[in-house]
């Protein structure tokens, strides 16, 4: 049985920094694609950042490049997502996802098979 399971979610004002983590069971990330994707009310989802099973190919979307930073520890089975320099408009639930697709470009929810329940992310101003 597969299960990701998202933390480190929370409250922090305009300018701070968060740290996510992604912790996979029944699966080894080294073997899929592992995604940050979040959802704002309103808004559809959107991919925030993904990173290929052999590490070595990262995606981030235009509006995080240069605030946030994926990583992985293989050792933990875990996956980072590292954030910067917070906006209000970071506000959505975080997601973390792990499919077997990688894409160039284009990639998105449709990508990923297998999701955590997400983790509220709130950026006050």
């Known amino acids: 049985q597969v299960q990701l399971v998202e933390s480190g979610g929370g409250l922090v004002q305009a300018g701070g920094s968060l740290t996510l983590s992604c912790t996979a069971s029944?699966?080894?990330?080294?073997?899929?694609?592992m995604g940050w994707l979040r959802q704002a009310p309103g808004k559809e989802r959107e991919g925030v950042s993904c990173?290929?099973?052999?590490?070595?190919?990262?995606h981030y979307v235009d509006s995080v490049k240069g605030r946030f930073t994926i990583s992985k520890a293989t050792d933990k089975n875990t996956v980072y997502l590292q954030m910067n320099s917070m906006k209000p408009e970071d506000t959505a639930i975080y997601y973390c996802?792990?499919?077997?697709?990688?894409?160039?470009?284009?990639?998105?929810?449709?990508?990923?098979?297998?999701w955590g329940q997400g983790t509220q992310v709130t950026v006050s101003s």
């Open positions: 990173i290929k099973w052999s590490g070595d190919s990262i």
């Open positions: 029944g699966l080894s990330i080294d073997n899929y694609a």
């Open positions: 996802a792990a499919g077997t697709k990688w894409r160039m470009s284009g990639w998105g929810a449709e990508d990923f098979r297998y």
